[in-house]
């Protein structure tokens, strides 16, 4: 599913708007690849948020970078992160989240005996939360606040898969 890139005149210059992509899009994380950053925004045609996966075999290491406006959470998926901020570091084990701020300088290490998986996720702007609508039924068309719709039954045991 491509991105599709609008081209809009400004006063100074010309700018370019992403237009969110309709229906839904999957990818595959691809632990296995020999690329150490793959792009999954483009490939699932995201505009509002960065999503990558980061690989770092041992003893592998990334930039040291930073950013302006954007800040970052790392998900550990495999292995360990040994993170550098402004120099110093701390660590994330599998299942950890750490979050660095936009103009903090950062560095992605992997000083373990295997593979480090992890997904980069960034975004800048205020998050607009609660904006959701949730449904009683599929027939239903107009939706209320989830917070007001109670939890519909758990599956009964034959709606389960073996």
Do not use: C
Not at 78 to 89: A, P, S, Y
């Amino acid at each position: 599913m491509a991105v599709k890139v609008f081209a809009t005149p400004a006063p100074e210059r010309r700018e370019r708007i992403l237009a969110m992509e309709e229906g839904i899009a999957r990818t595959r994380l691809d632990p296995d690849t020999t690329d150490r950053f793959l792009a999954l925004r483009r490939q699932l045609g995201v505009s509002s948020f960065g999503i990558n996966q980061i690989v770092l075999r041992p003893g592998e290491r990334g930039r040291i970078h930073r950013h302006r406006l954007q800040e970052e959470v790392y998900v550990v998926l495999e292995g360990r992160l040994t993170l550098l901020v402004e120099g110093e570091e701390t660590e994330a084990g599998e299942g950890e989240l750490i979050r660095v701020a936009p103009a903090v300088r950062r560095q992605l290490v992997n000083r373990g005996p295997r593979r480090l998986v992890l997904l980069a996720l960034g975004g800048h702007g205020e998050h607009q939360g609660r904006d959701g609508e949730a449904f009683a039924s599929w027939e239903q068309q107009v939706g209320v606040a989830p917070q007001e719709l109670p939890l519909p039954p758990d599956l009964s045991g034959r709606e389960l898969r073996s």
